[in-house]
DNA sequence: CTGAAAGCGCTAACAT
DNA sequence: ATGTTAGCGCTTTCAG
């Protein structure tokens, strides 16, 4: 009838013994060494795994935590789930990941899915925050750690890059070496890191004393392939550098600078954003902005774990926390001097 | 006592039925209108979400399916969670995701741990098959798919990239544009890809006349940095192509080369394989071979599936099947035509 | 130290 | 059409 996996009842025939001590000597309860002996032996030899899922209906736990990210493919994300994966493994919990593709529905229901028990906790990384998002976050039916800025009023613990500093940070270094004609390829207008990274780079721009030119701004998804295209457009409005909101963007501006013909970084500067294992990636090496992947990805991780340990004490909840990775300037040859118009 | 969360039990009071009824409804089977609607109602109003973990013990299935790769950050491997994720995701299955950074420990855990019903099947990628997997995989609890070549005579599905072939297409192309020291960055000499590819860059070098020249030849990890310091060491040498193993390996090789000042593909040819996002990513666009992964996945995805259906039917289980998919090489400029000795 | 028994939340006979 | 009840496999009182 079953699936003929061995159980607790199998080893407990097979050993002479009842269920309970099986349980007890399985999770190192005390028992006499005959007892344990012979039930460790009938369980080897019967070659018995526990069944998660019923340990899990009982406990009231399953020891896994889900990360849910816009897109599996980014290199930052991956940055994000490596240092994730390492705080969560040490604590003995699995981890399941989900790629949203920042579609908002997909992130609601991930979101709701916690109410299914299938993980203990959840770390997500919406990149837009919705009514919806507020209010799911709200009646979320177990702990969340957001990666990412939102409303002061969500109760919920949250890690964010501090972009907005990021982007400035980009944008005084091109000037800083040279660069009057900076363009900016941007991600999605309507996204929070395509929202602060304006900001940031208006706010440089006016502190440098450069004009906010509309001709040399471009807002496309991220990606690589967009970057170029992005990167086409702008070359005729002859930039002299090109800030870009991820390496992924900076990557695919600097193909199209070359397939132009241009030197980088003698013709035009290309700088990136994140600093992720692409930054290093093409030629020449990126000057990227490093916003802390790896640090917020562990410190939401750690997070997560303290409410999860809280959950257990009888301690009432504390009140959200929220920390802000600093950002740092990381400078590569892609940035190096300008021609000297001799 | 419990979590506070909805359970059957509350909505069956609140509603005023029995639980039973409170399941039928919830499960869509028939029932009065009004048992129905006030079963609804209550359900709604307590914002209930099923418990997984429950319906996993009773039903004996998780409706999830769990995909170990070796590396994350690989963009192979992300190519085949896309398309593992499309078919399991159209089934209503979740995906779990293991990074198992080619440990053999990890792999044998990840196999065994199908004991613990925490999925309903297994797709695993190991670059490296040793007698303990081969004893694994036989005596796994439950379906499993390998993506990658096993021995004959284990019993399990798998499918399989045709590395021999595909080395064979990348040497001669490059043999076919006028390149005759043909350099090779491989990946480790003990693991199976790194194998067969080893094999088909001899295979490719003798049918074009060529000989195996050991100087020539690096072995390495795959990975960026260590294709930039293997091109570095083979510059010595001078070749007049670099092959690499990965697209990840091909990239490094050509930072290496252009920081040497060399120019792709005039003084040096740079072919990858994988035909990955990141053949695109770097100056020049990069020939590679596509091995067909997002084919891999789909296929293994849809294999395990089936396995899945079948193990509910009372047909005895089918022999296992192997399927191979056909590489396919992927011209650009990487590798365009020499310079001429004029 | 050990066994009997309850029960986690749900589904599926079986009865009514 | 609906209610009662028996488990799924495990942990954990509670007695002995």
């Given at each position: 009838m079953g699936?003929?996996?061995?159980?607790?009842?199998?080893i407990a025939e097979r050993a002479g013994v009842s269920i309970a001590s099986v349980s007890r000597v399985l999770n190192g309860v005390g028992a006499r060494r005959d007892t344990v002996e012979r039930?460790?032996?009938?369980?080897?030899?019967?070659?018995?795994?526990?069944?998660?899922?019923?340990?899990?209906?009982?406990?009231?736990?399953?020891?896994?935590?889900?990360?849910?990210?816009?897109d599996?493919?980014?290199?930052?994300?991956?940055?994000?789930v490596r240092a994730i994966q390492t705080v969560t493994k040490a604590a003995g919990y699995r981890l399941l990941l989900h790629s949203t593709d920042a579609v908002v529905d997909d992130e609601l229901a991930v979101l709701r899915s916690l109410g299914d028990r299938t993980s203990d906790g959840?770390?997500?990384?919406?990149?837009?925050?919705?009514?919806?998002?507020?209010?799911?976050?709200?009646?979320?039916?177990?702990?969340?750690?957001?990666?990412?800025?939102?409303?002061?009023?969500?109760?919920?613990?949250?890690?964010?890059?501090?972009s907005v500093a990021g982007a400035e940070l980009a944008v005084r270094h091109l000037h800083d070496t040279g660069r009057r004609r900076i363009a900016f390829v941007n991600g999605p207008s309507d996204t929070v890191p395509g929202h602060n990274r304006d900001r940031g780079y208006r706010a440089a721009l006016a502190d440098c004393g450069l004009v906010y030119d509309p001709s040399l701004v471009r807002h496309t998804d991220?990606?690589?392939?967009?970057?170029?295209?992005a990167a086409e457009?702008?070359?005729?409005?002859?930039?002299?550098?090109?800030?870009?909101?991820n390496d992924q963007l900076a990557l695919g501006a600097a193909r199209a600078l070359h397939a132009r013909g241009l030197r980088i970084p003698e013709d035009v500067a290309v700088a990136g954003m994140d600093d992720s294992m692409l930054a290093q990636a093409g030629w020449p090496p990126l000057t990227s902005v490093d916003l802390g992947s790896t640090e917020r990805g562990r410190r939401a991780a750690e997070l997560l774990l303290e409410r999860l340990g809280i959950a257990g004490a009888s301690t009432g909840n504390p009140p959200p926390r929220s920390t802000t990775a600093p950002p740092r300037l990381v400078v590569r040859a892609s940035t190096g001097p300008a021609a000297t118009d001799s």
């Open positions: 699936t003929g996996q061995p159980t607790v009842v199998s039930v460790e032996r009938a369980a080897s030899e019967l070659g018995y795994v526990p069944n998660a899922v019923a340990r899990s209906l009982k406990g009231g736990r399953t020891r896994q935590l889900t990360f849910a990210m816009p599996i493919g980014n290199p930052v994300y991956v940055a994000m959840l770390i997500i990384c919406p990149i837009r925050i919705t009514d919806d998002h507020v209010e799911a976050l709200r009646t979320a039916a177990g702990p969340v750690v957001v990666i990412g800025s939102l409303p002061d009023d969500v109760p919920v613990d949250s890690v964010r890059a501090d991220f990606g690589i392939e967009s970057g170029a295209e457009a702008l070359l005729d409005h002859a930039p002299d550098a090109v800030f870009c909101a």
